[in-house]
């Protein structure tokens, strides 16, 4: 008995984890497809809720027992033929296990806030099982040694975002939205693969733990890794809305929002998980390292900039994920995975207490829409502090900012550091923007009656709130934070003073009864909210010269392929036609034919100069 009790409890049943969350989702099935209508959805919500926290005690017991000890690899043979061996190959560590806990905690009380959103949807069956899917993925890659099966996990977690973008499926723009950000992400995902070919090609393993043995006694050819490298960002690029492929995120928005919640907290941060299991591999190429830094300063100011002329409440959210999630990339780019990680751990948490406080107002209010809100702080105060909460884990001085601060002190370039004082100050001028436009001044036609939302959805907003709280002293406690050394105090210094800089210009621009809804100056308005015209300029440079492309094409094979087909066909079928008439039913005559044909066909060959054969 002792023996099974610790089969089942010890960290050998780490392979349990991800299957609580696809149990829930089919279990969920009968309900999700309309089988069961008598007792409405509610149950399927119910089982999934049960199961997601089965799954977080479960990852707090391996937790405790494997903490402080050295990493145990599972290994699961799933197929092998020739040199081909996939195995399912699993991390058992404080890392991995910490990052379970941490995905099946958001997913837990995204799931309960659900329960009063989507209070009164028949989709909540549906919801609840695409839910447990999105969580059997994000565990999976937690856990996951194998590249190959982080890439499955990952295009599972792309099929998920497709069917909960589309939730609301009957409104043409949602569809819209889904079928993008599925191609969006395409485009990365298949980069991503030739990559993972590249790397089983060159290295022979698949396992995280074997790559990073390969890549530090390695001598690739330097053009070799830079085309491997920039195949395995191209994945990350696209699940972590990074410029080029960044425009999918804002689109999502037209989820219900406690997929939202868990989109720009979790699952963008599933694809910058795996970017740092391969910054071993990406560190063989200074050009690849370049290129994160690059693309990472681009998305991190950009989106920062963009999210400043957003008037869609979700959608300036949005963008600040994907300048967040550009910071991470440029600190795995400048080798710096552990902070990268860190960061990502803060902004998910950071981010979910914002977007819980954001599907509050939409519930009260029916609208996101910031031209129409206002006035809210006396009415919501649970969501004025979530919110609160929520931008002090951002800039300062909660979570993200200790990060912050370490991430700049590593960096050698001032120019690296000029960017996060930047993004510093640009998020705290746009939450401080939010916080006018949402909780002070006059109360709006919508907001004059606005309620506090219920238990179901205040309880999880208060659960985080706390844990945003926490988090710097827990840190502190674990010994998971440096001495307080006078370097990080100036670095403090500078953090705090752009951020207080750029709060205290939204407060002068949008505080005190000042509503300023677009930036004074058109132009800047314009080219900020259409994103630098991104779109456009996708529409202009790829998406019309290829319908072209496929309007010639496509106009080729009608009139001269398939003209050429039916031209041939025609021609046989005319002379079938008219040969019938000649056909007498002798045999002699048939003969004489045949004679005479091959008669004619020799002389032609004893004639033809280039066979050799004339006389």
């Given at each position: 008995m002792?023996?099974?009790?610790?089969?089942?409890i010890?960290?050998?049943?780490?392979?349990?984890?991800?299957?609580?969350?696809?149990?829930?989702?089919?279990?969920?099935?009968?309900?999700?497809?309309?089988?069961?209508?008598?007792?409405?959805?509610?149950?399927?919500?119910?089982?999934n809720?049960?199961?997601?926290?089965?799954?977080l005690?479960?990852?707090?017991?391996?937790?405790?027992?494997?903490?402080?000890?050295?990493?145990q690899i599972?290994?699961?043979?799933?197929?092998?033929?020739?040199?081909?061996?996939?195995?399912?190959?699993?991390?058992v560590?404080?890392l991995?296990l910490g990052?379970?806990?941490?995905?099946?905690?958001?997913?837990?009380?995204?799931?309960i806030?659900?329960?009063?959103?989507?209070?009164?949807?028949?989709?909540?069956?549906r919801?609840?099982?695409?839910?447990g899917?999105f969580e059997?993925?994000?565990?999976?890659?937690?856990?996951?040694?194998?590249?190959?099966?982080?890439?499955?996990?990952?295009?599972?977690?792309?099929?998920?975002?497709?069917?909960?973008?589309?939730?609301?499926?009957?409104?043409?723009?949602?569809?819209?939205?889904?079928r993008?950000?599925?191609l969006?992400?395409?485009?990365?995902?298949?980069?991503?693969?030739?990559?993972?070919?590249?790397?089983?090609?060159?290295?022979?393993?698949?396992?995280?733990?074997?790559?990073?043995?390969?890549?530090?006694t390695?001598?690739l050819?330097?053009?070799w890794?830079?085309?491997?490298?920039?195949?395995?960002?191209?994945?990350?690029?696209?699940?972590?809305?990074?410029f080029?492929?960044?425009?999918?995120?804002d689109?999502?928005?037209?989820?219900?929002?406690?997929?939202s919640?868990?989109?720009?907290?979790?699952?963008?941060?599933?694809?910058?998980?795996?970017l740092?299991?391969?910054?071993p591999?990406?560190a063989?190429?200074?050009?690849t390292?370049?290129?994160?830094v690059?693309?990472?300063t681009i998305?991190?100011?950009?989106?920062?900039?963009?999210?400043?002329?957003?008037?869609?409440?979700k959608?300036?959210?949005?963008?600040?994920?994907?300048?967040?999630l550009?910071?991470?990339?440029a600190?795995?780019?400048?080798?710096?995975?552990?902070?990268?990680?860190?960061?990502?751990?803060?902004?998910?948490?950071?981010?979910?207490?914002?977007?819980?406080?954001?599907?509050s107002l939409i519930?009260?209010?029916?609208?996101?829409?910031?031209?129409e809100?206002?006035?809210?702080?006396?009415?919501?105060?649970?969501?004025?502090?979530?919110?609160?909460?929520?931008?002090?884990?951002m800039?300062?001085?909660?979570?993200?900012?200790?990060?912050l601060?370490?991430?700049?002190?590593v960096?050698?370039?001032?120019?690296?550091?000029?960017?996060?004082?930047?993004v510093?100050?640009l998020?705290?001028?746009?939450?401080?923007?939010v916080f006018?436009?949402v909780?002070l001044?006059?109360?709006?036609p919508?907001?004059?009656?606005?309620?506090?939302?219920?238990?179901?959805?205040?309880?999880p907003?208060?659960?985080?709130?706390?844990?945003?709280?926490?988090?710097?002293?827990l840190?502190?406690?674990?010994?998971?934070y440096?001495?307080?050394?006078?370097e990080?105090?100036?670095m403090?210094?500078l953090?705090?003073?752009?951020?207080l800089?750029?709060a205290?210009?939204?407060?002068?621009?949008?505080?005190g009864?000042?509503?300023?809804?677009?930036?004074?100056w058109?132009?800047?308005?314009?080219?900020?909210a259409?994103?630098?015209?991104?779109?456009?300029?996708?529409?202009?440079?790829?998406?019309?010269?290829?319908?072209a492309?496929?309007?010639?094409?496509e106009?080729?094979?009608r009139?001269?392929v398939?003209?050429l087909?039916?031209?041939?066909?025609?021609?046989?079928?005319?002379?079938?036609?008219?040969?019938?008439?000649?056909?007498?039913?002798?045999m002699?005559l048939?003969?004489?034919?045949?004679?005479?044909g091959?008669?004619?066909?020799t002389?032609?060959?004893?004639r033809?100069?280039?066979l050799?054969?004339?006389y």
């Amino acid at each position: 008995m002792a023996g099974f009790e610790d089969w089942a409890i010890g960290p050998e049943s780490a392979w349990w984890l991800p299957f609580y969350g696809w149990v829930g989702t089919a279990l969920a099935l009968p309900w999700a497809s309309g089988w069961i209508k008598r007792s409405g959805p509610r149950p399927a919500a119910y089982l999934n809720i049960l199961l997601t926290f089965a799954a977080l005690a479960h990852g707090l017991w391996l937790l405790r027992q494997v903490w402080g000890r050295d990493p145990q690899i599972l290994n699961y043979l799933w197929f092998r033929v020739a040199d081909l061996d996939l195995t399912l190959s699993l991390e058992v560590s404080s890392l991995t296990l910490g990052t379970v806990v941490w995905f099946s905690g958001l997913s837990l009380l995204a799931q309960i806030y659900a329960l009063g959103y989507l209070d009164k949807d028949w989709g909540l069956g549906r919801f609840a099982a695409l839910m447990g899917f999105f969580e059997g993925g994000m565990t999976g890659i937690a856990l996951s040694d194998s590249l190959f099966f982080s890439y499955a996990l990952l295009e599972m977690l792309t099929l998920s975002t497709y069917l909960l973008v589309g939730f609301w499926y009957a409104q043409p723009l949602v569809v819209t939205a889904a079928r993008d950000a599925f191609l969006t992400k395409r485009v990365g995902d298949l980069l991503l693969l030739m990559g993972v070919v590249a790397v089983s090609n060159f290295s022979g393993s698949l396992t995280f733990s074997g790559l990073r043995d390969w890549a530090a006694t390695t001598s690739l050819d330097p053009t070799w890794a830079a085309l491997m490298g920039l195949a395995l960002i191209a994945g990350p690029l696209g699940k972590c809305a990074q410029f080029p492929l960044h425009l999918w995120l804002d689109e999502a928005m037209e989820a219900p929002n406690p997929a939202s919640i868990l989109r720009n907290s979790a699952v963008v941060a599933c694809g910058a998980f795996v970017l740092i299991k391969l910054q071993p591999l990406l560190a063989l190429s200074p050009l690849t390292d370049g290129v994160l830094v690059a693309i990472g300063t681009i998305t991190a100011i950009g989106g920062s900039l963009v999210a400043l002329a957003q008037i869609d409440l979700k959608r300036t959210f949005s963008y600040s994920t994907s300048a967040y999630l550009g910071l991470v990339f440029a600190a795995v780019g400048t080798g710096q995975p552990d902070l990268a990680l860190e960061l990502l751990l803060m902004h998910g948490l950071a981010k979910a207490l914002l977007f819980m406080g954001v599907g509050s107002l939409i519930y009260t209010t029916s609208t996101q829409d910031l031209t129409e809100l206002g006035g809210l702080g006396s009415r919501m105060p649970a969501t004025l502090a979530a919110f609160a909460v929520g931008s002090l884990g951002m800039v300062a001085p909660l979570g993200c900012f200790w990060t912050l601060i370490r991430l700049a002190l590593v960096y050698s370039e001032p120019a690296l550091m000029g960017v996060l004082l930047l993004v510093n100050g640009l998020t705290a001028l746009n939450l401080a923007r939010v916080f006018g436009l949402v909780f002070l001044g006059s109360p709006q036609p919508k907001t004059r009656r606005a309620p506090e939302v219920g238990w179901l959805m205040a309880l999880p907003m208060v659960i985080l709130t706390v844990q945003n709280l926490l988090m710097p002293w827990l840190f502190w406690r674990w010994g998971l934070y440096p001495a307080w050394i006078p370097e990080l105090q100036q670095m403090a210094v500078l953090l705090g003073t752009a951020g207080l800089l750029g709060a205290s210009v939204g407060a002068w621009l949008y505080w005190g009864g000042r509503r300023r809804l677009r930036l004074p100056w058109p132009e800047l308005q314009d080219l900020l909210a259409q994103d630098f015209y991104t779109g456009q300029l996708y529409q202009a440079l790829l998406v019309q010269p290829v319908s072209a492309l496929s309007r010639g094409l496509e106009w080729l094979d009608r009139n001269g392929v398939d003209g050429l087909v039916n031209g041939v066909s025609l021609a046989f079928w005319f002379s079938g036609e008219a040969l019938k008439y000649t056909l007498s039913g002798r045999m002699q005559l048939y003969v004489l034919l045949i004679v005479i044909g091959v008669v004619v066909v020799t002389a032609w060959l004893l004639r033809s100069p280039h066979l050799g054969l004339a006389y």
